[in-house]
C-alpha cells in the first residue's frame, strides 16, 4: 500500500526514464524459477529468451540499455527470472519476489526511492577540463576520507558499477599511477553510457538516510552543441540532474593560458559562458521554466587543477592570476560538519576572481541558477608531464563541491 506523501515518481539512476513505482518489474531470487520459465515457454517465445543453457534467460531490457542486440552473439543473460509485472508476485513461483528492477532497463530500484529518490550528480565541463580525473578521485575520497569524517558509509550499488570504477579508473590512476584517457563520445561507447551508482549511507543521528549517487562521466566533445546534447538525447539527464557540477579549466582561460608560466601548458578551450548557457537553456527547455523564472538545480561552478594557480609569481603579470598565500583557499574546512562560513568565503573569492579571468557575461550567467557556488579544487594536486603521475596524487579540496550539494535545499542536509 502506497503510504501518504510517497513519491511515486522516480527517476532511474541508470537510464534516467522517470518511472511510475506502481509499475516496476521484479527479479525472483527463487533458483529454480528460471529453469521453469524457459521450460514453459512456447518454440517462438525460446527465441527470444533462451541462450541455449537451461539456467539463465535472456534479459531483454538490460540487452537493449547496454546497446546490444538481444538476438544477437552475446546479450545479458540472468539466473534470476524476470517478473515482467506489477505485483510482485513470481508468475512462475507465486512468491513475493522482492528485488525491484527499473522496467525499462532492469537495473535495481534501491530501498527508500520512494523517500530518498535518487541523487544524480552530473560533472559539465569542456573537453580536457577534468571531469575523468575530478570523478575518479571524488569517489576515492568520497569512499575513504569523506565517509568516517561523516559518519558514512558508501558501497556500489550493482557489480558493473564496481568493475567499471575498477577498470576504468582506480586502476590506471592509483594501481598504475597514468593519466587517464580522454573519454569517448557518448555515441561511440554505448556500454560507457551507464553512470556509477553509489548508495552513500548516513546511519548515525536521529534520522538515518539513504542517497543514491549516480555519476556520470560526460565526453567534453559531446557538450559543444545544444543540438548535440539533445541528438545524443544528454538533455534528459542534465534536466533531471539534482545536482549539477560544472568545472572551468583555469588553463583553457585565455586570460589566464596567457600570464602563466608552467611547462607543457595547453591550448586555450571554448568558451564557458556559452556552454554554460547551452546548459541552462536545455534545462529551461526541458523543465518548461520561464525565462523571468530561475533554475532550481544547485549548481557548483568549480575551477580545477588549481595546482598550477599556487606557485609563487615570476613576475606582476603571472602574479594577477595565482592565489597568494592569503587565499582562503588555504584556510581548512572544520572537520565533520558542514563548514558554511569556509565555503562562502571561497565562494566570494573564486566568484571575483573568475569576474576578472573569466567574464562578467559567465557570472551573470550562474545567476540564472538560484542556489549556486563556487570552488577551487585539484584532483591530482601536482601538474602531470607525460602520461605518468610521478608525483602521485594528493588532492585538494575535491570533496567540497558534493558537501555543499547535499546541504543545498534540496536534499536536507546530512545527517550529523
Ligand atoms: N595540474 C593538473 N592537471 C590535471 C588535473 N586533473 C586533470 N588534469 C589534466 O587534464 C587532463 C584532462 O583531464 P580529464 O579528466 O581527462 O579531462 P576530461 O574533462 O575528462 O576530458 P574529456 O573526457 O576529453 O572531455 C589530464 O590528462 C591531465 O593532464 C589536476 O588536478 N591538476
Ligand atoms: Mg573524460
Ligand atoms: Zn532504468
Ligand atoms: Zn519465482
Redesign the pocket.
Known amino acids: 500500500m502506497a503510504k501518504k506523501d510517497e513519491n511515486l515518481e522516480y527517476t532511474c539512476p541508470f537510464c534516467f526514464s522517470s518511472i511510475d513505482l506502481k509499475k516496476i518489474h521484479y527479479e525472483c531470487t527463487n533458483p529454480a524459477c528460471t529453469k521453469m520459465f524457459l521450460r514453459s515457454l512456447s518454440e517462438k517465445d525460446k527465441l527470444k529468451y533462451s541462450c541455449g543453457k537451461d539456467d539463465e534467460e535472456i534479459d531483454i531490457e538490460n540487452t537493449i540499455f547496454l546497446g546490444k542486440d538481444p538476438l544477437g552473439e552475446d546479450p545479458i543473460t540472468t539466473k534470476h527470472h524476470i517478473v515482467r509485472n506489477s505485483s510482485g508476485i513470481c508468475d512462475i513461483c507465486n512468491r513475493s519476489a522482492y528485488k525491484r528492477l527499473c522496467p525499462v532497463c532492469h537495473n535495481p530500484i534501491p530501498q527508500g526511492a520512494e523517500d530518498e529518490g535518487s541523487t544524480v550528480f552530473v560533472v559539465l565541463?569542456?573537453?580536457?577540463?577534468?571531469?575523468?580525473?575530478?570523478i575518479?578521485?571524488l569517489i576515492n575520497q568520497l569512499k575513504n576520507s569523506f565517509s568516517p569524517e561523516f559518519g558514512a558509509t558508501m558501497s556500489p550499488a550493482t557489480d558493473r558499477t564496481t568493475l567499471k570504477y575498477r577498470g576504468v579508473y582506480y586502476k590506471r590512476l592509483f594501481e598504475e599511477g597514468r593519466?587517464?584517457?580522454?573519454?569517448l563520445s557518448y555515441e561511440d561507447s554505448k556500454e560507457s553510457r551507464e553512470p556509477m551508482i553509489y548508495y552513500l549511507r548516513f546511519l548515525e543521528g536521529d534520522a538515518p538516510k539513504v542517497y543514491t549517487l549516480a555519476f556520470f562521466?560526460?565526453?567534453?566533445?559531446d557538450l559543444d552543441s545544444t543540438s548535440k546534447m539533445m541528438g545524443l538525447n544528454l538533455n534528459s539527464f542534465i534536466s533531471r540532474a539534482s545536482g549539477i557540477v560544472f568545472?572551468v579549466?583555469p588553463?583553457q582561460i585565455p586570460y589566464i593560458n596567457t600570464r602563466i608560466h608552467m611547462d607543457n601548458k595547453?591550448s586555450t578551450g571554448p568558451n564557458v559562458a556559452d556552454m554554460l548557457a547551452n546548459i541552462s537553456n536545455i534545462i529551461r527547455t526541458n523543465n518548461k521554466i520561464k525565462i523571468r523564472n530561475q533554475i532550481k538545480i544547485p549548481l557548483a561552478v568549480v575551477l580545477?587543477?588549481?595546482?598550477?594557480l599556487m606557485k609563487s609569481p615570476e613576475n606582476e603579470e603571472e602574479a594577477k592570476i595565482l592565489f597568494g598565500l592569503n587565499s582562503s583557499l588555504n584556510i581548512e574546512r572544520e572537520y565533520g560538519k558542514y563548514d558554511e562560513a569556509n565555503f562562502e568565503q571561497i565562494s566570494v573569492e573564486i566568484e571575483e576572481y573568475m569576474r576578472r579571468a573569466v567574464s562578467n557575461d559567465f557570472i551573470q550567467t550562474i545567476k540564472e541558477f538560484e542556489q549556486y557556488c563556487y570552488f577551487a579544487?585539484?584532483?591530482?594536486?601536482?601538474?602531470?608531464v607525460g602520461?605518468v603521475l610521478a608525483r602521485g596524487i594528493s588532492?585538494m579540496r575535491v570533496e567540497d563541491p558534493f558537501i555543499w550539494l547535499l546541504n543545498c535545499d534540496n536534499f536536507g542536509g546530512m545527517t550529523k
Request: glycine share 12%; net charge neutral.
Open positions: 565541463g569542456p573537453k580536457g577540463v577534468g571531469k575523468s580525473h575530478y575518479a578521485v593519466k587517464l584517457q580522454p573519454t562521466d560526460t565526453a567534453g566533445e568545472l579549466d588553463l595547453p580545477t587543477k588549481s595546482d598550477v579544487v585539484s584532483s591530482l594536486g601536482s601538474n602531470p602520461s588532492p
